[in-house]
Structure formats: C-alpha cells, structure tokens
C-alpha cells in the first residue's frame, strides 16, 4: 500500500513537498516514481529514483525544479517541488515497482491513492 500527502494549495513560484510512504512490500528493492494527472489530461510521467538511490530521472517539464529522494529507514519517498506553475496542478501519485521502472505507466506495479496539488496563477 501507497499513502501519499503533501499536496494543497499553493501560489505559482512556491514550493510544496510531497511525501509517500510505502507497507506491505520490500521498499528497499523497489523503484519508486511519481505520476501526476490534471483534469482532462492523461497521467503522465514526473520523477523516479532507483531501489538504491543512485539514479532519478525526471520530466523535462520538471527537471531542474523537482527533486525526488527516498529514506529507506522510514519506507518513504518524497517530491520537492520548488518554483511552481499553474501548469503543475494535478493529482500527484506515488508508484513502486520491484522491477525496473521508467517513464512508461507500465512499468509500475503499484499505485498510491494521489494527492492534489494546485497552483494559482
């Protein structure tokens, strides 16, 4: 199970952060990644960080304001999110997977319930 939260209000060019904690598996050996889907909008791929931290990967459309960490000791993941725009609003959602995930919904096994982030303008 995914539990994530963080999400809220916000106005564009503050920072939130996004936090997921993770039961019922190994979270050491998982990849662990955020999606996020806006209103009428497909869910799209925003960070992911390896099983042992070494590697993350983001979004262009977040890369360089967004920052994804994970601290196996508490089975969490968390998103910093700096500098945000309008265009960021959406439903955040955690996932996890034991092999090896990527920018591709499919490569994710499990899901978290989501959290909403919204940015006025």
């Known amino acids: 199970q995914l539990q994530a939260f963080g999400g809220g209000l916000v106005q564009a060019g503050d920072s939130l952060r996004l936090s997921c904690t993770a039961s019922g598996l190994i979270f050491a050996n998982c990849d662990m990644g955020w999606f996020r889907q806006a209103p009428g909008k497909a869910r799209e791929f925003v960070a992911a960080?390896?099983?042992?931290?070494?590697?993350?990967i983001y979004a262009d459309s977040v890369k360089g304001r967004f920052a994804i960490s994970r601290v196996d000791t508490k089975n969490m993941v968390s998103l910093q999110m700096n500098s945000l725009k309008p265009e960021d609003t959406a439903v955040y959602y955690c996932?996890?997977?034991?092999?090896?995930?990527?920018?591709?919904?499919?490569?994710?096994?499990?899901w978290g319930q989501g959290t909403l982030v919204t940015v006025s303008s």
């Open positions: 996932a996890a997977t034991e092999r090896r995930g990527g920018r591709n919904i499919g490569s994710w096994d499990f």
């Open positions: 960080i390896s099983w042992n931290g070494v590697a993350a």
